[in-house]
């Protein structure tokens, strides 16, 4: 249930951070969409800093990320600035599965959190439904060429398409953890019920169409990309796209309220924009360019989140969000914790789901000084990008002062800008009152983004220079690999960015190798392209796409109570 | 694209008709949820009076009867009588195949319809969501139960739930027209990916769910009845329930917006209520009990649509909707075109998707007087049930004047209490004005309904005696209907009414059957209990539950244009 925190009508939070009535779309009486046009009426306005909140390699205990991100954006308004949070829109399915929701908490949490958490105004949904509108439509146009044999161009006037019904790339997606959908035989019997062939669905978040939601820069944009994606192969081994299956305009269409940004508040109205929740390994893992867009000429300053660790959506951000767009931020900030770091030293017994050991909430600065290595790496990987680089240190009440004092130290040390103790869950943005501070003074740097390979580069040297961009001796590409990387080049969509599908779980490509890993080589299994998205896929290990439910999924404790009011979503 | 008419924001339409401000959750400018509380503090004003429109026996050609609910409720208000219409929500399966929208047309059409032809405020979108979280639910405990064996107990603290894999009998949905899930299997392979099982997909309007948000009386006996869905057999042979699976409050949870009606307006600005959209075969085709429960207070009388013909949505309006609900209609209209009744002869060679022959637009009174019959069946059952019943034709350009007239006689001779022609799609409320009148005096008659069977009939009687009204010699009861019989006798579930699945296309249950059939049986094939939505199915047919899509489906040709409107949708 949302807390009682002293919501305003979302007009007042939107007018107060420049957004007219005229662009407001409103979904009751605390969420709108903003309209589009928005942009054209401000397009001569000067752009705020952004800035972009990332975090140290993520450990079973949270870094509280999205907390931050928030919490920044109330403290930014604290010390007197204008600032608005850019972040994700969350999948259903984490809700009901194990995570919960991804609000952020505290004083400092995106509220309605209900609403936020379930349908918002049904972006997912939409995303979803244009999704398997193209797999219907696929599978419609292999059933009925196959049924109709030679005589399909003479009844329909149609061009065969000649799927091969073994190189449909394209799968389902549907917003749940349903572990039984990842592989389907789909048309059992064949006949009337279609072509039998093995079929599988991912979670909506791995879609192309959320990574374009979150790429595209109008609609116009949007339907040139989604007319791009490549569904299948033909017999030929040619590709087939949305476009030549016609299903482009209507897959558009149900996407056309989806591609304006929400806003909500946050427990100190803050304005939030909500908008796309693409993953960020095999996709990018970061909010919309349009909200970010929309909300650059209405703020001094714009927080945004990037998923997982620097190594994953923040290096995304500036290899293909920040290509994209053009947009850079003006500084980085790096959230850690006391505990997430000593656990990084191995010496704690820490498995999800159970009991934390004692001994991690007691004080132990040479365990910390072990595991600090692991935001060393992440603030010198952030500021090979320059930038300069803030940590955000998020108190917990165990934390002691030699702790603290040790890590403030230690992040100067590996170079960071600056490092201050974050108490936003507790105390909203007087929390974040110094680190504020701090993101002021860093945004006035002269920087200079510096990417780690140009879209130029030979395919294969960009696949390199990403593995020694995470400290690997070399990437080793597999024959699939090899032939993907010819398959691609033929394609001409070789001068795409990379998106790096590896584990968010270690720097290198092995969820086991923890802290600051030496000594390795990534493996690269094979090479996908999306290219409506604009990046190619190069794998780095088993990427899940479709997660399943635990024994005691979240599920089971939401319910409504007497008076109708939802309960255990948290 | 929205034609010109004059929009008005939704709160003034709201407001005109006594819902105040304080009771709507708007979705942009022209689209607004009413929220239930509303329903209290209405409880004490009198009710308006309930109009039912049906028609006779659907055609190839369309008979136009959402057209007319949407004209006579705009009828109504042109002679000066408050009306509110109420109708199901389209769902976007079709949209994309090939029969285009339903948001009526012409002068009697609600707006804008490219919003209620898609998302609208998403209700479609959750009950597909909380329906298939009752799938990965189940998938995953059959899984879970599976894999950790005898040691599931002691390590998840759950009693064994023993799903039957081969009696799981709530197959997933999804809102599109997708052959190619009609018959699928999930989990293949087994191991991680869950329990190898045949499984398939039904489209989202044949959800139990959306029988209950049509027929639940408010939010708690929403959760109630989804508690008591049945979601498989165990080993032992019993029901396992959405409430033993402890996923019926999440569930709820997701179908909390959902349960709030919808408002939009006409082009005549006559205020709209749109709300759920369930089938009327395996399903009672009807709209939302809540909507006519908001509406009925605020106007002088609520026109409310029923799906197919008077054998189908109305029968199933009295003998489910009406049970349940208590809430009677005071008239019926009965919709018909010369057209369609024509084409009832059996004399024109019709095929769906082709041209029309030449001859149907010529006038043929004698083959309207063989085709007319189907009109006669349709009065006599509408009047069975203890109303008056008006006739509206819809008129066509084509329609004679001997035509027309030899059908207004023809109805009266029936029994009808008036007949009158609608031109609504032309001229709008103005083109029912004769056809109001007429309602609004027979509405003053006194009726008193009749039901076909009692609740407390032996549920093999209430399958002949509905036999027998579609005039039937007799139910033929297969071996396996008459063990559901027994297996619905020991759940003790038999006092519910019937929903008899049968095809639309005759007043028999035989689709070839045109007209009026004589002397034939209804096969009974098998029965089914829809626990929650308070019904049994009673399956007369085969009835398709998922839809394909053809070869010229209308997503081809539904895009944006240069300025990023929509067009190709109708």
């Known amino acids: 249930?949302?807390?009682?925190?002293?919501?305003?009508?979302?007009?007042?939070?939107?007018?107060?951070?420049?957004?007219?009535?005229?662009?407001?779309?409103?979904?009751?009486?605390?969420?709108?969409?903003?309209?589009?046009?928005?942009?054209?009426?401000?397009?001569?306005?000067?752009?705020?800093?952004?800035?972009?909140?990332?975090?140290?390699?993520?450990?079973?205990?949270?870094?509280?990320?999205?907390?931050n991100t928030i919490g920044l954006s109330e403290g930014l308004n604290y010390i007197g600035k204008k600032?608005?949070?850019?972040?994700?829109?969350?999948?259903?399915?984490?809700?009901?599965?194990?995570?919960?929701g991804a609000a952020g908490g505290g004083q400092a949490e995106v509220l309605p959190m209900e609403t936020l958490n379930l349908h918002l105004t049904g972006d997912i949904h939409a995303i979803t439904a244009a999704h398997d509108l193209a797999s219907a439509a696929l599978d419609a146009r292999l059933y009925h060429e196959e049924h109709l044999g030679d005589e399909f161009t003479a009844q329909t006037g149609l061009k065969r398409l000649n799927i091969d019904k073994n190189r449909i790339i394209w799968k389902r997606v549907i917003d749940h953890n349903d572990r039984a959908l990842r592989a389907i035989t789909v048309?059992?019997?064949?006949?009337?019920?279609?072509?039998?062939?093995?079929?599988?669905?991912?979670?909506?978040?791995?879609?192309?169409?959320?990574?374009?939601?979150?790429?595209?820069?109008?609609?116009?944009?949007?339907?040139?990309?989604?007319?791009?994606?490549?569904?299948?192969?033909?017999?030929?081994?040619?590709?087939?796209?949305?476009?030549?299956?016609?299903?482009?305009?209507?897959?558009?269409?149900?996407?056309?309220?989806?591609?304006?940004?929400?806003?909500?508040?946050?427990?100190?109205?803050?304005?939030?924009?909500?908008?796309?929740?693409?993953?960020?390994?095999?996709?990018?893992?970061?909010?919309s360019v349009i909200a970010d867009r929309i909300a650059l000429p209405l703020a001094d300053y714009v927080v945004t989140e990037a998923g997982?660790?620097?190594?994953?959506?923040?290096?995304?951000?500036?290899?293909?969000?920040?290509?994209?767009s053009g947009i850079a931020p003006s500084c980085v900030v790096l959230v850690a914790t006391v505990r997430s770091l000593k656990s990084n030293s191995g010496e704690y017994n820490i498995k999800p789901g159970q009991p934390l050991p004692k001994a991690i909430s007691e004080s132990n600065v040479e365990l910390l000084s072990i595991g600090a290595a692991n935001l060393g790496w992440h603030i010198k990987n952030a500021k090979s990008y320059g930038l300069p680089v803030i940590v955000a240190i998020n108190r917990f009440p165990h934390d002691s002062a030699e702790e603290l004092t040790f890590l403030q130290h230690y992040a100067i040390e590996q170079g960071a800008f600056a490092c201050e103790i974050s108490e936003v869950f507790m105390q909203g943005g007087k929390g974040a009152k110094a680190l504020s501070h701090h993101i002021v003074n860093a945004c006035e740097q002269a920087s200079d983004i510096a990417l780690p390979y140009q879209n130029s580069d030979k395919l294969s040297d960009k696949i390199q220079k990403m593995a020694h961009k995470y400290g690997a001796?070399?990437?080793?590409?597999?024959?699939?690999?090899?032939?993907?990387?010819?398959?691609?080049?033929?394609?001409?969509?070789?001068?795409?960015?990379?998106?790096?599908?590896?584990?968010?779980?270690?720097?290198?490509?092995?969820?086991?190798?923890?802290?600051?890993?030496?000594d390795f080589d990534i493996d690269i299994s094979h090479l996908a392209v999306s290219a409506g998205a604009?990046?190619?896929?190069?794998?780095?290990?088993?990427?899940?796409?479709?997660?399943?439910?635990?024994?005691?999924?979240?599920?089971?404790?939401?319910?409504?109570?007497?008076?109708?009011?939802?309960?255990?979503l948290s």
């Open 1 to 67: 249930m949302t807390n009682s925190a002293q919501l305003h009508p979302i007009g007042e939070i939107a007018r107060k951070c420049g957004i007219d009535e005229e662009y407001l779309i409103p979904h009751g009486k605390y969420v709108a969409k903003i309209d589009l046009s928005i942009l054209q009426a401000n397009k001569h306005k000067p752009n705020g800093k952004l800035v972009l909140v990332t975090a140290i390699t993520p450990t079973p205990l949270g870094e509280g990320k999205t907390v």
């Open 83 to 100: 600032a608005i949070a850019c972040i994700r829109q969350p999948s259903l399915g984490p809700v009901f599965g194990v995570k919960g």
């Open 187 to 287: 048309g059992v019997g064949g006949g009337l019920n279609g072509v039998e062939r093995k079929e599988g669905f991912e979670i909506t978040a791995a879609s192309e169409l959320m990574a374009i939601l979150a790429l595209a820069n109008d609609l116009h944009d949007m339907r040139k990309r989604i007319g791009q994606v490549i569904l299948a192969y033909n017999l030929d081994g040619d590709v087939i796209t949305a476009e030549d299956l016609e299903v482009a305009g209507a897959m558009t269409v149900l996407l056309k309220n989806a591609i304006n940004p929400n806003i909500m508040q946050t427990v100190e109205n803050t304005p939030v924009l909500i908008h796309a929740g693409p993953f960020a390994n095999i996709a990018h893992g970061n909010s």
């Open 308 to 324: 997982f660790g620097s190594d994953m959506g923040m290096e995304k951000f500036f290899n293909i969000k920040y290509r994209q």
């Open 473 to 518: 001796n070399k990437a080793n590409l597999s024959a699939q690999a090899l032939n993907d990387i010819q398959v691609i080049e033929q394609l001409k969509l070789d001068h795409l960015p990379l998106c790096i599908a590896k584990t968010p779980m270690s720097i290198s490509a092995d969820p086991n190798l923890k802290n600051v890993p030496t």
């Open 534 to 568: 604009g990046f190619i896929r190069v794998y780095a290990g088993n990427i899940m796409t479709m997660p399943g439910l635990g024994t005691n999924p979240a599920y089971r404790h939401i319910d409504i109570d007497d008076k109708g009011n939802i309960v255990g």
